[in-house]
């Protein structure tokens, strides 16, 4: 079975993970590693003897002291029991591997840090100061000093300091997993105490509350906290623990700790009041039962703890994943990277147009829809008025009226007439053009392997932009010649079928003036609109055929040739460009290794505890 000192010290390592990593959970809804771990917190108003407490508990002078609000950032205290013999030395988190064996330079970096931070004034912060004590003379615990509760702001600092202190303590004691040890003065009523106050408040039934007395010694003569510290006046789960602090003039001596600690345990073994507690007294006996207390919490909480790493490391290897691997430094596995991707774009590019994700099926409405319906909308009625088709053939015979039939007059009515087709055979090579550019858009958005890489994706924009554009233009040709084809040479057999004109005697002549007679233009112009619908039904289908052979066709065979060909000419550097990742996923890929990283060495260190014997 894991012992007592195992569990704490491998909770302490973790939290010190946790604290150089930062783990402050992301945007993961996961409660942080940190919150699921056990910690002590200390609590009180100021003057109420926290500093002495810790001191006491940790058996050295290191804290700052002086009126007022002393503590004006949280203390992250780690203490590490070392081997006897070992020198004590102190070490922050902002100074790493530089050791404080002097230790009124603890409390000189304690009180730098924090103006470094609230400048010198009198205002908090709640960023907390990690400062971990190696030393023989500690037990492994995990503590955190606040800065102690007030009730009116002093000069030079804000009107909302008491609510902003109030609110810092809270964001740590009403966790679950806090263990409260609130410090009230025994010269003081108990009633009045703003941290057992507050502590009810948070934890009502007391299970998570140490209640400590200090000053015992300062009480007027005549009175004593028996009712207190056998837990008549203010009942909790936990016994009450009696602390007799430093004096001033010990303090002004430099009286040691260690000393400080046998004047204590001699103050209860001959006090008439509180000899029959004396074994259950003292920042020795309150440091033991804190570190015994806080393994049976680690002990409980263990299952949980290690349902929350397991779920996290899931969690972070699922999203590492999404994110994708590191990019390589190798020339040939950057190429090979690019082309990967490349591949992975042109994929879903296809099973766009393909149907396997919406998009080209707006294609297919280009030609069903849009081109059907342009060329129902062609001026065919204005061009073959009796009035345009009178004037066209006039000018089409010149000095010479036309003998049996205005052939000239026929072409040039043909020939305007099938001019009209330009504009939606056009029509239609940009809207496929326009919706092909949109899918590449698309495409590009949902190849997650290119999230990452900003620069890649805009350079396969534009490669596919021109490739697109290039399409465009062979697609236009290639539909305007269709259209001219059907001008340059018209369908003979087709006016070889129409009924001919035909005189009472059989004779297919008419006089002259009959031939300029409305219902003469009428016919022509009857013959020339069926001609023209004729024109128009063969467009109708010959015109997609152009345009997804020119485009269509051409976008799934040959998007990205042109890109390759100059991707294989480019050099390492320019590669390693265009693999260029988005820092902001770059920093978040880095978090999610390190947390990674945590969350594992974290679940290595809880097995190897556990299966320790």
């Known amino acids: 079975m894991a012992t007592m000192e195992s569990l704490i010290v491998m909770v302490n390592r973790i939290q010190r993970a946790c604290t150089v990593l930062g783990d402050h959970g992301g945007d993961t809804n996961l409660p942080t590693l940190w919150e699921a771990l056990p910690s002590v917190v200390v609590v009180g108003g100021q003057s109420s003897g926290k500093s002495s407490v810790l001191e006491s508990i940790v058996g050295r002078d290191f804290l700052p002291r002086g009126s007022g609000i002393v503590t004006r950032r949280p203390l992250v205290l780690q203490l590490h029991k070392t081997e006897r013999g070992l020198q004590e030395y102190g070490e922050f988190l902002h100074l790493p591997k530089k050791k404080f064996t002097d230790f009124s330079m603890v409390r000189k970096e304690i009180q730098d840090e924090t103006d470094r931070m609230t400048g010198k004034s009198k205002q908090i912060s709640p960023v907390p100061i990690h400062l971990s004590i190696y030393s023989p003379n500690v037990v492994n615990l995990t503590l ?10 002093v000069e030079g600092q804000p009107e909302s300091i008491v609510q902003d202190i109030e609110i810092m303590v809270r964001s740590y004691v009403e966790k679950p997993n806090c ?16 941290a057992m106050k507050l502590s009810r408040e948070v934890d009502p039934t007391g299970e998570r509350t140490f209640g400590v007395l200090t000053k ?11 009712d207190v510290l056998e837990g008549r006046a203010y009942p909790l789960q936990h016994p009450w623990v009696g602390i007799v602090n430093r004096s001033q003039a010990d303090i002004k001596k430099n009286v040691d700790m260690i000393a400080s600690r046998r004047k204590e345990s001699e103050f209860f073994a001959s006090s008439p009041d509180y000899g029959h507690l004396a074994s259950k007294m003292g920042s020795e006996y309150l440091a033991k039962v804190l570190s015994k207390h806080l393994e049976s919490v680690i002990r409980a909480r263990l299952p949980g703890i290690t349902s929350l790493i397991n779920k996290s490391i899931e969690e972070l290897e699922a999203e590492l994943s999404h994110l994708g691997r590191s990019v390589a430094v190798d ?4 190429l090979y990277t690019i082309l990967e991707l490349c591949r992975a774009f042109d994929r879903i590019f296809k099973e766009h147009l393909d149907g396997g994700r919406p998009g080209g099926d707006r294609i297919y409405g280009v030609f069903d829809h849009q081109l059907p319906a342009a060329l129902r909308k062609l001026p065919f009625d204005r061009h073959l008025s009796l009035q345009n088709i009178r004037k066209v053939v006039s000018e089409a015979d010149g000095y010479q009226p036309h003998l049996i039939a205005p052939e000239q007059g026929y072409r040039r009515l043909i020939d305007g007439a099938l001019n009209y087709f330009r504009g939606p055979a056009e029509a239609s090579v940009d809207a496929v053009h326009f919706l092909l550019k949109e899918l590449v858009r698309r495409s590009i958005a949902e190849t997650q392997e290119l999230k990452r890489f900003p620069t890649l994706q805009a350079e396969i924009a534009a490669a596919a932009s021109e490739a697109l554009e290039r399409f465009r233009e062979e697609s236009k040709k290639t539909t305007l010649r269709m259209v001219d084809m059907e001008s340059s040479y ?18 297919p002549t008419s006089s002259s003036v009959d031939r300029y007679a409305e219902s003469h233009f009428r016919r022509i112009g009857s013959n020339v609109y069926s ?10 289908n010959t015109i997609p055929k152009a345009v997804v052979y020119c485009q269509v066709r051409e976008a799934k065979q040959s998007l990205l040739d042109h890109f390759y060909i100059q991707l294989g000419k480019k050099e390492g ?10 820092p902001a996923l770059m920093e978040r890929r880095q978090q999610c290794v390190k947390r990674l990283e945590l969350y594992k060495s974290a679940r290595d260190e809880i097995d190897s505890v556990l299966w320790a014997r």
Do not use: C, H
């Open 573 to 582: 550097k320019q590669l390693a460009q265009l693999l260029d990742e988005d």
């Open 144 to 153: 955190i000093d606040l800065p102690g509760l007030t009730k009116v702001a």
């Open 216 to 226: 015992l010694d300062l009480m007027d003569k005549g009175t004593n906290a028996i």
């Open 179 to 194: 263990i409260i040890l609130a410090i009230t003065p025994a010269n003081q009523d108990i009633a009045t105490s703003d």
């Open 531 to 540: 001609y023209v619908g004729m024109v128009s039904d063969t467009l109708r």
């Open 490 to 507: 018209l369908t003979v057999d087709f006016f070889r079928k129409l009924p001919q004109e035909v005189e009472k005697g059989g004779n």
């Open 331 to 334: 020339t040939g596995a950057q």
